[in-house]
């Protein structure tokens, strides 16, 4: 069986005369197409403008040669004395060879003879007209009736022709024919065109330079921009900004690039330090542990077992330090989330009073000696219920740790308002201003557990619900602290 051979490929198709335009112009520079685009934008004005004002002079000279054609007078009659020929070739011979001069340089006179069709001058006549068959029109023309229309000489150049009727006496009606040469307004117009091309020619390559200038003047910013991010790139050094000059969009533009560069530098600067401060916090219970397990191991090497109640002791120190470890951990997986997300699925309608009720539930078994005064109204707002939980606990053990034994912890829910107040030693005024700072801790509360990080994720969940916290003393000029948590929302879920 023979198999015929597949058909040649087609060879590919050359790209288009616009698609390599296109090609071109987007492989330029920005500066180039910017140049391209006013020089372009110039030189289509300025071929639109001599082409109006070379159409206006035309029409303003071929205007004025018709209006002093009409205004010439009218020959009524063919002179008694004439030259005849039996067509404008064979004028020359009809008139001695003397119809390149005639009386007038500006209009030349003819009559033609409706009976014979020859063509008669006058003694001194100018240069023969070429006649067309559509001439013949003028026979039917009233007296004060002419024609112009755009003609020839019988030697080709150009004129302007007004026809009229004549009488002929004896030789029959004729027309008359007065033409006016027009070759001086075509070379006008074409030493115009040749000017308003140099000056066009001229003007265009002047907007390319301009538009050159304008162009680089116009980018400079943008390149200063460009510098700053290579920089960037080039260093790491987040936090370059560039100057700003105006309010137009290359100044919003840099403006906008300088707010980036800051807000990553600042980024950054908490990324860095909260590093810092993690690894501070997560030495000293790894220190601890390592201390304890180093001891255990040397009590095993040495063969002297430690005491049943030491070896408990420890075994309990290192489930607390493993406990604490834990929780910071925990805190700084909070933590490393964005300040300020967008609304993202795990934003939904909560209920704050059950929020509240489970967390009062659970500090209850962390102060079992202490007492809590609840009162809550229904509240729903749009958040992260486990985030919105942990930071009304940690509320809550906040208080829990600083109130005094058997003391009372108020907690209030009234319109989207949650208030956890205890009775303990309050804070300082001049610290107020760091209680929700990472890794913060009072100087007085050193030697208390926690790593500083409980308010700062308060803070950054309520935030996240679009709400806001504050921590001050209590309102009422007594002992404690007071903390708000103030949530938008409704007393009926949405």
């Given at each position: 069986m023979s198999t015929v051979p597949p058909p040649p490929l087609a060879p590919p198709r050359a790209p288009g005369r616009r698609a390599r335009a296109v090609h071109w112009y987007r492989s330029r520079s920005l500066r180039g197409r910017l140049t391209f685009l006013s020089a372009a934008a110039v030189a289509v004005a300025i071929a639109m403008s001599a082409l109006a004002c070379w159409f206006i002079v035309e029409r303003q000279l071929y205007g004025q040669v018709r209006t002093e054609l009409l205004d010439a007078p009218t020959p009524r009659a063919v002179p008694s004395v004439v030259y005849c020929a039996n067509s404008p070739q064979e004028a020359p011979t009809a008139q001695g060879g003397s119809s390149s001069e005639g009386s007038n340089p500006l209009r030349d006179l003819q009559f033609v003879l409706a009976n014979t069709g020859q063509v008669c001058f006058p003694i001194r006549a100018g240069r023969a007209i070429a006649i067309e068959p559509s001439d013949a029109q003028g026979y039917h023309l009233k007296p004060g009736q002419?024609?112009?229309?755009?003609?020839?000489?019988?030697?080709?150049?150009?004129?302007?022709?007004?026809?009229?009727?004549?009488?002929?006496?004896?030789?029959?009606?004729?027309?008359?024919?007065v033409a006016t040469p027009t070759k001086s307004?075509?070379?006008?117009?074409?030493?115009?065109?040749?000017?308003?091309?140099?000056?066009?020619?001229?003007?265009?390559?002047?907007?390319?330079?301009?538009?050159?200038?304008?162009?680089?003047?116009s980018l400079k910013p943008v390149d200063q921009l460009t510098d700053a991010v290579e920089h960037i790139a080039r260093t790491e050094e987040v936090g370059t900004t560039i100057p700003v000059h105006g309010d137009d969009e290359i100044a919003r533009l840099s403006t906008s690039f300088n707010s980036m560069s800051t807000a990553l530098a600042n980024s950054r600067?908490?990324?860095?330090?909260?590093?810092?401060?993690?690894?501070?916090?997560?030495?000293?219970?790894?220190?601890?542990?390592?201390?304890?397990?180093?001891?255990?191991?040397?009590?095993?090497?040495?063969?002297?077992?430690?005491?049943?109640?030491?070896?408990?002791?420890?075994?309990?120190?290192?489930?607390?330090?493993?406990?604490?470890?834990?929780?910071?951990?925990?805190?700084?997986?909070q933590l490393s989330r964005p300040d300020t997300p967008k609304a993202g699925p795990n934003l939904t309608v909560v209920a704050l009073h059950e929020i509240a009720g489970r967390a009062v539930e659970r500090a209850k078994l962390r102060g079992p000696g202490l007492v809590f005064e609840v009162s809550t109204e229904p509240w729903y707002a749009h958040g992260d219920a486990a985030g919105l939980e942990r930071a009304v606990i940690n509320l809550l053990d906040n208080a829990v740790k600083y109130s005094p034994p058997g003391g009372t912890i108020d907690v209030r829910l009234h319109q989207g308002v949650l208030t956890v107040r205890d009775h303990g030693p309050g804070i300082p005024p001049d610290e107020l201003q760091y209680v929700f700072d990472r890794f913060w801790r009072s100087p007085s509360s050193r030697q208390l557990p926690g790593s500083g990080l409980g308010l700062s994720i308060v803070a950054q969940s309520v935030r996240e619900a679009g709400g806001e916290v504050t921590l001050g003393p209590a309102g009422d000029g007594g002992p404690g602290a007071l903390a708000t948590v103030r949530l938008p929302g409704g007393p009926a879920p949405e």
């Open positions: 002419t024609i112009v229309r755009d003609g020839y000489y019988a030697n080709g150049d150009p004129a302007i022709i007004r026809i009229s009727a004549a009488q002929g006496h004896n030789l029959g009606p004729a027309i008359a024919m307004v075509e070379d006008s117009l074409q030493g115009l065109a040749v000017l308003l091309g140099a000056v066009s020619l001229g003007g265009i390559l002047l907007a390319a330079v301009a538009g050159r200038l304008v162009a680089h003047s600067e908490r990324q860095t330090r909260l590093i810092a401060d993690a690894g501070h916090e997560l030495r000293t219970p790894l220190t601890s542990l390592r201390t304890n397990v180093d001891l255990l191991i040397r009590s095993n090497d040495t063969g002297r077992p430690l005491p049943a109640a030491t070896k408990t002791k420890l075994l309990g120190n290192m489930k607390a330090q493993m406990q604490e470890l834990t929780v910071l951990i925990g805190d700084l997986l």
